[in-house]
């Protein structure tokens, strides 16, 4: 708090950046303070991406507060040649804290959404091979496009439920949240043992198999079952 004072007093030296705010359904922004990314938390995903899906202890990737966008607009990204859609459960965090527990989880979680972690492909490649940190091609700009934010209290915890994406009509990708290696509170609970996980977090929960390419012009709709659709042009 007497931080916050601090900053009150003082003069900003420029301009105070821009925060990311995701609509809510009851009318409501939440704003939001991190984004982190569980990575192949889908079994078939794993596969198609070169792993073995045994459980073993989840990683986590993050991308940035400000590329989280709600326009329903995707401008296709400079500098790469093959840009990648992943479809995601988004969940919400109203709080957090250290070293939570599996069974207090949920109680930190405010609601879901529907999201898209896009994927400069050939550039996270490149990265991999080479042994450097993903974000090149997984943090930049408007790369997680996000829907609206429903709170718990109208869905109750979500575990189970079909997900998918379609590009212009086509099915490409289709699961079901069951099929999450790592749980929703699990994974709540393995990031608050290595960082203070607070309100405003959210966590793109891991996507299923059959993520590809987009193209500009493409017309992407994801869904969560329970959640509103996710409608996303690539511009």
Known sequence: MEHARDIEAAKLV??????????????????????YCIGRNFADHAIEMGHDPDKEPPFFFQKNAENVDSSGEFPYPPETSDVHHEIEMVVALKSGGKNISEADAMSHVWGYGVGLDMTRRDLQGQMKKMGRPWEI???FERSAPVGPLVPISQTGPLDEGAISLSIN????????????????????????????IAGGDIIMA??????????RGDKLQGKVAGLPVLDVTVT
């Open 14 to 35: 420029i301009d105070e950046p821009k925060r990311a705010f995701i609509p809510t359904t009851d009318g409501g922004l939440f704003p939001v303070r991190r984004v």
């Open 137 to 139: 091609g997984k943090a």
């Open 169 to 196: 009509g086509e099915t490409r990708q289709s699961g079901d949240l069951n099929m999450m290696i790592w749980k929703v509170a699990e994974q709540i609970a393995y990031l608050s043992r290595f960082y203070d």
């Open 206 to 215: 891991g996507t299923p198999a059959g993520v590809g390419p987009v193209e």
